[in-house]
């Protein structure tokens, strides 16, 4: 246990250099205003809003733009639609932040194409996210089995099914959306060091002190945004997070390939149970397909780049089904890592016992659209005084840690 002189301490992490021999930590201490745990999607969202705050360390054990985590891949989901008017918010300001990171940096984030949330009719699947799109004053369409066949032909869906559509629905690329993340936040000045495992971390009087692979830092204040490592950073909250290994699969699309192109073919979340897709966009010859359920818990140290066959065989069966124009053919696959609290709402709050901490992470496997935002909301609450919850504008009471700490 890592303590100060004052007889506070925070914690150790389970982090740990890699099996080749760590270089000597140097002795001195250098100092910065605000140091970031984590260079994926928030981490590296984080360091870049508080670069412009003060001089800010942003540390990452494994190498930049690594696929051992929840931020890598060719394409996420970015939508407005959520089943609750405090997401659609929230989604709608992360928007404006994709927007302005596009200006800032040149480089084109979203991709527009339009989301379809399909549904069966009867069973109010789609109620609520139209409910809570309208009342935010989001458009939005209402299309029967007909109209959406006729409007997006890669869809083979029977009348006993509806389907919301949102224009507004874009592709994220996942990688380059994380590396413009910290070139942003280095040209505004943040330090960015990657393979620099974190070891400890202890409480001081004025800050934090964080002791690495090679070398040691003092901050005034700390971002945790570790993704599924934050329970090991920080052990002594005990968050009960649980760790799950997701799988995309690639299906090749068939004869007719028009279908799937973006403009033709929207995003699309099976609300019936089912899976959820992409149009074309990072292969030319395939779609990208997966299922939200069904993923199993694993322990970090057992994460494999395998793909379960049998998992496989459903979702291309389902892709199949909803849409009869693919050739069906897996062409490639990848996996990723879900890290879900119970309630599947996201941890964004400051430590309990270290108000100088700030916690940013539980994605369960929907953050990575709002990955700007959480960012900013994380700057926020580590520069700003009063309670978390007054040092934003945001709706963030449901992601507070005392929801997840036993008292």
Known sequence: MAATAAGCSLTVCAARASARAAPAVASSMQHFDTIVIGGGVIGAAAAWRLAGRGTTLLLEQHAFLHEAGSSHGGSRIFRHAYEDREHVRLAVAADALWGELESVTGERL???????????????????????????????????????????????????????????????????????????????????????????????????????????????????????????????????????????????????????????????????????????????????????????????????????????????????????????????????LYTKTPDERFVLDRHPEYPRVVLAGGGSGHAFKFGPLLGDIAAELATREGPAERATDHPIGGFAVARLVAS
């Open 110 to 336: 979203l991709h527009r194409c339009g989301g379809l949330d399909l549904g069966a009719v009867g069973r109010g699947e789609l109620d609520g996210i139209e409910e809570a799109l309208r009342a935010e004053g989001r458009s939005v369409e209402r299309l029967d089995g007909a109209a959406v066949r006729a409007r997006f032909p890669a869809f083979g869906v029977g009348d006993d099914v509806e389907a919301l559509y949102q224009t507004e629905a874009a592709i994220v690329p996942a990688t380059r959306a994380v590396a413009t993340l910290l070139r942003a936040a280095a040209a505004e000045g943040a330090v960015l060091r990657d393979r620099e495992p974190v070891h400890a971390i202890a409480a001081a009087a004025d800050g934090v002190e964080i002791t690495t692979a090679v070398g040691r830092y003092g901050a005034a204040r700390l971002v945790v945004a570790a993704g599924p490592w934050l329970t090991g950073v920080l052990p002594e909250l005990a968050l009960p997070l649980r760790v799950e290994q997701q799988q995309v699969l690639y299906l090749r699309v068939g004869a007719d390939a028009r279908a799937f192109a973006p403009g033709r073919m929207p995003l699309f979340i099976d609300r019936r149970g089912g899976i959820y897709g992409f149009p074309l966009f990072e292969r030319p010859d395939a779609v990208k397909v997966s299922d939200h359920e069904g993923a199993p818990t694993i322990r970090l140290e057992d994460r494999s780049d395998r793909i379960d066959p049998e998992r496989a065989a459903a979702t291309v069966a389902a892709a199949r089904r909803l849409l009869p124009g693919l050739a069906g053919e897996l062409v490639g696959g990848q996996t990723c």
